[in-house]
T-cell receptor, first 111, second 115 residues
Framework: GQQLNQSPQSMFIQEGEDVSMNCTSS?????WLWYKQDPGEGPVLLIA?????ELTSNGRLTAQFGITRKDSFLNISASIPSDVGIYFC???????????FGQGTTLQVKP | KAGVTQTPRYLIKTRGQQVTLSCSPI?????VSWYQQTPGQGLQFLFE???????NKGNFPGRFSGRQFSNSRSEMNVSTLELGDSALYLC??????????????FGPGTRLTVL
């Protein structure tokens, strides 16, 4: 079945540093979604990408939909302590409401 | 606009009991999907409902069931609870699943602990 491989699994960085994480798949996705989850809460949508090659920003966050449709990247610039959390990439399985999720990237920011 | 709401937020049950979780989607959203999140398995799809019909089901035993009402609110039920059912159960809503620009928004989840 479809799988999303997300890396790195975890990151520990200094406040102010830039962060980059990516998600790859062996199959094509028509939509890429990036979510952030805080402990004990549900995932919050950060960025949605709908077209191959699309580059979208949301504040300090920038995400790109790979031109092969098999990968996506999320960058966070000038990290701050509230960026701490787990970041997930996700994509719909075919034309359904079933989302496939990556394993998540746990981000820790040292003040 | 209110987000996805889930009740209850926390629940403690014992093995063999059953439980019902509730989800109210964002106003105007007609699709509701349920996910189970555990540290070992991550986020796994349970089922998806649209217009009161189950459209997709994940790879979970028959003890897991759900339904959707005419106002798009959804419930999921787990019968004969097992210790391994302890998890965060998440509900997500969207306008129309499968549309190229459809996006799912998640609720805060229900934390189920089975003792």
């Amino acid at each position: 079945g479809q799988q999303l491989n997300q890396s790195p699994q975890s990151m520990f960085i200094q406040e102010g540093e830039d962060v980059s994480m990516n998600c790859t798949s062996s199959s094509i996705f028509n939509t890429w979604l990036w979510y952030k989850q805080d402990p004990g809460e549900g995932p919050v949508l950060l960025i949605a990408l709908y077209k191959a090659g699309e580059l979208t920003s949301n504040g300090r966050l920038t995400a790109q939909f790979g031109i092969t449709r098999k990968d996506s990247f999320l960058n966070i610039s000038a990290s701050i302590p509230s960026d701490v959390g787990i970041y997930f990439c996700a994509g719909p399985s075919g034309n359904t409401g079933k989302l496939i999720f990556g394993q998540g990237t746990t981000l820790q920011v040292k003040p | 606009k209110a987000g996805v709401t889930q009740t209850p937020r926390y629940l403690i049950k014992t093995r063999g009991q059953q439980v019902t979780l509730s989800c109210s989607p964002i106003s105007g959203h007609r699709s509701v999907s349920w996910y189970q999140q555990t540290p070992g398995q991550g986020l796994q799809f349970l089922f998806e409902y649209f217009s009161e019909t189950q459209r997709n089901k994940g790879n979970f035993p028959g003890r897991f069931s759900g339904r959707q009402f005419s106002n798009s609110r959804s419930e999921m039920n787990v019968s004969t609870l097992e210790l391994g059912d302890s998890a965060l159960y998440l509900c997500a809503s969207s306008f129309y699943p499968g549309a190229s620009t459809d996006t799912q928004y998640f609720g805060p989840g229900t934390r189920l602990t089975v003792l």
